[in-house]
């Protein structure tokens, strides 16, 4: 990856921490079994939430996270270039384009957040604050789907390092769980910052 892509990923995404303070916050996670998946469902996480006007939540991410972003009356994006960190893609058509959680909702469930009030479910879904949500390319998200990093990492390797981080960030956050393999994986993609 450039240095120049680098720095605009990391200068856009808010919350993405140092190595030190991943690690710190690593360790401060519980390790425990996923629990609940058979009661997930998509709609309990309400999401793409009014940000302002007629701006919703996927729509502040594009133009946060893309490059002359030019939108309608109604807040699409009409034109702009986003960079997908995950793959290293360049797209000029925001269809072309998802809003990844970091942290996939029903990863998110089976993690703790079965327990958390609809509101709270709100905020995790629509988390300008963090590094949770990123523009990414949409068939690579949809490759990712809910799974963990011990059974999915960005294809492009340079990416990891930041991955593994602004995961950890966003378990820490929510103090959402995590299993034995995932922790592995992530301490394996901190090894590549």
């Given amino acids: 990856m450039s240095w120049v892509l680098a720095a605009f990923l990391l ?13 710190d916050r690593l360790e401060t996670l519980e390790v425990a079994e996923e629990r609940n998946a058979s009661t997930y469902d998509r709609v309990l996480f309400p999401h793409w939430s009014t940000v302002s006007g007629t701006c919703n939540t996927r729509e502040t991410v594009l133009r946060r996270d893309g490059v002359g972003v030019v939108t309608d009356e109604a807040c699409r994006a009409v034109s702009g270039t986003w960079h997908s ?4 893609g360049i797209w000029t058509m925001a269809a072309d384009v998802d809003i990844d959680h970091m942290v996939p909702l029903k990863e998110a469930w089976r993690s ?19 590094p949770q949500l990123w523009a990414v390319t949409d ?55």
């Fill in 139 to 193: 068939n690579v998200n949809q490759a990712k789907g809910d799974k963990d990093p011990s059974d999915w990492k960005p294809p492009l390797r340079d990416f990891q390092c930041v991955y593994a981080k602004s995961w950890i960030a966003v378990k820490h956050a929510y103090t959402l769980t995590l299993q034995a393999e995932e922790k592995t994986a992530l301490l394996d993609m901190l090894l590549t910052c």
């Fill in 112 to 130: 703790g957040a079965w327990a958390w009030t609809t509101e709270k479910r709100r905020r995790f879904a629509n988390d300008l604050d963090g």
């Fill in 85 to 88: 960190p995950y793959d290293g």
């Fill in 11 to 23: 200068a856009e995404v808010p919350g993405v921490p140092t190595v030190a303070e991943a690690l």
